[in-house]
Structures are given as C-alpha cells and as structure tokens.
C-alpha cells in the first residue's frame, strides 16, 4: 500500500501526494501484450519498461510500495509520448494516458519538495503559458523577428549555431506571423446570414493563435458559413495540456478553473476547438477535479459542450462545398484526435465531401509523427525517428498533408523541409475554407 504521507517526510520512494494513480485503473491490466505492437518506444528500443504495460507495471509497483519513484521509473513515464495508441488496441480499458500523467505529477511534487525544478520549464509552464499577455508579446516580437531582417541576419551570420539544434530546427519552420492573434481580430460575436443552427464559442488557444492564427480566422468562417453563431470570448486562456503532460496539475487546475467560468458566461450551445491535444484536455477536465464534487460538476458541463471542429461541422450538419479544389491530399491522424478523442471519421468526411478533393490515405495514419506537446524538444532523437517514419509514409503524388492539431503541423513542416519536398501542412478546416471561397470567387 501507498505510505501515508502524514507520517513520513515527502521523499522519491513513493506516491504520496495528492492526484495519484488510481488502483481501478492499472488494477485492469491483464498484461495481454496488445499495446506492444502500437507503442513507438517499445517498437523503437524493445524495452519492455518503455511499453505501455511495463508503464502500468512499475506505476502499479510504486503505488504498492514495491518499487521506489527513482530513475528506473521516472526515465519510462516521461520518455512516454502519451499518445494513447495503446488505449485504442487495449481490450481491458486501460487508461494508460492517465496514469502516465498522474505518476508525472508524482515525480513534479517530489521533485519540488526537494528543491529540484527546471527554471525554464517553470518559465514557461507558469509564467507564460497561462498568461495571455505574455503569449501575445512573444507573437509580437516573433512577428518583428521575421518582418525586421533579423532572422535574415542571424542565419547569414551563424547566430543560431549557438541554439540547440532542436530549437534551430523548429525556428526553421515557425510560420509567418500574421495581422494579429484571432482572438483580438475577430468580432466578439460572428451572425451567420442564413438561419441559425448552433451557437459556438471558439477556443483560440496557445500555440494555434501564436504561430497558426490564420487556422483559428478560418474555423470561424467555416462555421458561420455552416449556421453557427460563433463568440470569441476575450478573457480564456491556454487549455492546460501542456502543465497535465508535465505533471503540474495545480496550474493546470487553475487555469481549467477560469476557462470554465469564462465560457460558461458566454451561454452556448458548443466550444469549437480545432487543436487535438487542447481539445482531449479540455474534455479531460473532469479528471482535473475528482475529489472536488463542485468543480467536479461544472467541468462535467463544460466538457459536454466540447467538440472538434470537425465534430461540430458533422454533427450540426455541414453544406458540402459546391467549387471545385482539384488537390490530391493524405490526412494524418493526430494522436489526441484519433485515439484520445476517438475522432477518425469526421474529418475524412469533409475532406472527401470537397469536389476535386482526392485523398489518399496514409499507411499507419495514426502512427504518431513526434511532436506530442514538447516531447520533439525534450526528446529530439525519439521524435525525429518518429518524423522519418511519418514522412516515410506520404504517398507519392499528393500535394498536401492534412491534419488537426498545430503541433503535428509544425513536426511535419520539420519533415517537409528537411526533405526539401513541396508539400503543402494544412489543416482540415483550411481545405473547407478555401473551397468556400472558391464559391464566391466570380
């Protein structure tokens, strides 16, 4: 059994703070080797440990007492890509994606209790992340970085020899930074012309409205096009996945805490959000507040309401675009939309609803590509063998690569130009909008 935590001083041997893994969870485990096959790390090193079920066992093991929260269980749980593919082939249920992020939170509490922190990762994690402010003066000088001649200048000048590698490469691929974020162009309230299906309010996020703003302009024309009222509230802030993936579940409560009273104000029928992580973690928020029956009931609501882009467009009954786009396209599943979300239909459907549109499906879709919130920075080696095999898998022929989440476009833009290949990253709701406008294009 777990050490109760009142009778010792907090230490690495055990699980003994608030939000540990949960005995109905990894008691499920039959250890039937089904996850083996779709597991990246495992099919990467043959490492047990680095298997879904192995992260079950050893989590199983110090939640009983058996193994201490050392190295030899720590180095297993975050080299894990919480992708999820393991749950969708798990025939027992098994919530790995959730024991993994509570056993990081395990990790988080002991490590700061022993002094142990990351100053960047604190940065980021809770001085920047939750603070939109701070988001949009990063866009602002990213956007003066480009527009400036600076980064002409520290190319030409081997400047950014002295970045990590990793960051050299993402800074490579970052895109051109618009007009402004989503969230302070578009109109507080958006009336379609037509009657009125829904009303919706649009979850901008973090990174989509900071490097893919454009993608947020143009979910929001889709779905006036389709019937939906769409609200923009001003005072939400970043989902939180990012804090949960990294064991910080008190910021991430915080932060889940204004996002639902903010958007429980705005009195709609749905939240669209067209980023896959962001959109698991705002479903997930429940999670957040098992212990706290009145929170606990309002994030219940508020992830009733949630829907992917895709989801919303389906469900509320999407007019098919009538201009032609003759684009050969593939469609790449993201993690959290396929397996955390189970949304896999959806977005074929209005890609495929496209006249001129011709998809073709990728082997392995669903294979992760190594982006996974930060782990393509954490993690680089792991994630870039991930990005070969994805790239690996773009049939020949197509011109685009279609997805649903802002990471796997900047992962996958990586791929692109390190292959030196033309391909367009588009997200889906982008295919739709740009046949939209072919329609109003005399």
Known sequence: MVKDSSSMAPRLSDFCYPDAPEEDKYSVCVHCGFCLEVCPTYQAWGDENHS??????????????????????????????????????????????????????????????????????????????????????IRRLVRFYQKSGLRTLARSTGVMRVLPPQAREMEDVIPEIGRGPAIDVLPTVMVPKGARKATAALFTGCVMDVFFS????????????????????????????????????DMARE????????FERAGVD?????????????????????????????????????????????????????????????????????????IRREPRSLLTSVPGVD????????????????????????????????????????????MGNPGCMMQIRLGVKKRNQQFRVMHTVEVLDLAYQREETP
Request: aromatic residues 6%.
């Open 52 to 137: 879904p079920r192995g992260r079950v066992f050893l989590i199983k093991s110090c939640a009983e007492g058996e193994l201490p929260l050392d190295e030899s269980v720590i180095d297993p749980v975050f080299t894990c890509l919480d992708c999820r593919a393991c749950e969708t082939v798990c025939p027992s249920g098994v919530q790995v994606g959730a024991l993994v992020e509570e056993a990081r939170g395990q990790v988080f509490h002991a490590r700061r209790e022993h002094g142990d922190r990351d100053p960047l990762m604190r940065l980021f994690l809770r001085g920047i992340f939750p603070r939109p402010g701070r988001l949009k003066t």
């Open 214 to 249: 454009d993608v947020n302009e143009a979910t929001a024309r889709v779905m006036v096009r389709n019937g939906v009222e769409v609200h923009v509230p001003r005072e939400q802030i970043c989902c939180g996945a990012l804090q949960v993936h990294a064991g910080d579940r």
């Open 255 to 262: 932060m889940a805490k204004k996002n639902i009273e903010v």
């Open 270 to 342: 749905y939240i669209a959000i067209n980023a896959a992580g962001c959109g698991a973690a705002l479903k997930e928020y429940p999670e957040l507040f098992h212990d706290d029956p009145a929170w606990h009931e309002r994030a219940v609501q508020f992830s009733a309401r949630v829907r992917d882009i895709t989801q919303l467009l389906v469900e509320v009954g999407f007019d098919p675009p009538k201009a032609e786009l003759p684009m050969s396209i593939t469609y790449h599943d993201a993690c959290h939309l396929c397996h955390a979300q189970k």
């Open 359 to 402: 998809l073709r499906e990728m082997p392995d879709s669903d294979r992760c590509c190594g982006s996974a919130g930060i782990y393509n920075l954490t993690h680089p080696d792991m994630a870039g063998e991930l990005l070969e095999r994805k790239m690996d898998d773009v049939p020949e022929g197509v011109e685009a690569i279609v």
